[in-house]
């Protein structure tokens, strides 16, 4: 009785709504970056050339002297992007079922209402947990490498460094969570609502579950094409690619430090490295 009376004097709180708008935010932005970052790394369908050059291009290289970039731009961005991605996974996990007990009344519900958002909201919920330790890696290999993003090193990363299975599993997670969130995030917020309501949601479903495959198939296409490339690289890994098909082998140098050498790339590397 006493916790009631409590409970009842006390002011309503509006952090829940204030938690809810931000996690919304973080949401959205983090869903929009998905789909341009999806776009950017697709570009080695296109060919080491693209993506060298989209790589490049984010690194500000047309604006320095010596064509390298400047890494740092990668640092800052891959620093905002881990911070709102930590942003929102906490503020995510105030609505994750606690325990075991919570879990099964969960279940339980789902199976009873067979409720299609319902049901989207727990497969947010279990890829979102995912992602969580996932994401977290490939971000934290991102931020402390920040001018290794390159057709090669890319490609020796996924097949060399065996990242290519927590890309798989990180991307059927991120394609799936990032377009249920922006659709739940429509049907929430009535963004794109027309009058008749019913229809409405049928038509965002409809776009939804078309842009889980759109972005899948690229996804899946650049993950092979990068596992292909990183099999053939594996002999050479470290050597990076630059776009007059010159290769940039890093050698130990005399004085025990690695430099970095512009090779011809049908030269005999091997040659250079006894240089
Ligand atoms: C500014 C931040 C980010 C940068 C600079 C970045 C950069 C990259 C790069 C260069 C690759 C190609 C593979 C490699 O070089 O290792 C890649 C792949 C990938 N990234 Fe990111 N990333 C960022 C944020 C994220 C986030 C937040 C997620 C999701 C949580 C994510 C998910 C993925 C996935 C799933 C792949 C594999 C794509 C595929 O297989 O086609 N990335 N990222």
Redesign the pocket.
């Known amino acids: 009785m006493d916790s009631y009376i409590i409970e009842s004097n006390k002011k309503k709180s509006r952090m829940p709504a204030r938690l809810d708008f931000a996690q919304s935010g973080t949401g959205l932005i ?1 869903g929009l970056f ?1 789909w341009v ?1 999806m776009l950017l ?2 570009s080695i369908i296109l060919g080491k050339g693209s993506f060298n050059f989209v790589a490049k291009t984010m690194e500000l290289a047309f604006l320095s002297d010596t064509g390298h970039g400047y890494p740092l731009m ?1 640092f800052l ?2 620093f905002v ?1 881990f911070t709102l ?1 930590i942003l929102h996974a906490c503020l995510g996990v105030r609505k994750f079922p606690i325990s075991w007990k919570q879990h099964r009344i969960l279940r339980d519900q789902m199976q009873m209402m067979n409720h299609t958002d319902t049901n989207l909201w727990y497969v947010q919920i279990i890829t979102g947990f995912i ?1 969580f330790f996932a ?1 977290s890696v ?2 934290y290999i ?1 931020l402390t490498h920040p001018g290794s ?1 390159d057709p090669y090193v ?1 490609a020796d ?2 097949v060399s460094s065996n ?1 290519w299975p927590l ?1 798989l599993i ?2 059927i997670c ?1 394609e799936l969570h990032g377009t249920i969130g922006l659709y739940r995030l429509c049907m929430k917020w009535g963004w794109f609502a027309g009058k008749d309501a019913r229809k409405s949601r049928q038509t965002l479903q409809k776009m939804k579950n078309r842009a889980t495959i759109f972005f899948l198939t690229i ?1 899946v296409l ?2 092979l094409i ?1 596992v292909v490339i990183g099999i053939k690289h594996r002999d050479n890994v470290g050597e990076r690619y630059s776009k007059q098909g010159i290769a940039v082998e890093k050698v130990l140098a005399d004085d025990g430090f690695l430099a970095e050498v512009n090779e011809p790339a049908n030269a005999q590397s091997t040659d250079l490295k006894h240089q």
Do not use: D, E, K
């Open positions: 983090l998905m970052h790394v697709g990668v961005a891959v992007i991605f992602m994401g490939h971000l991102m993003i890319s990363r996924m990242m890309y990180l991307l991120v996804g650049a993950l990068f």
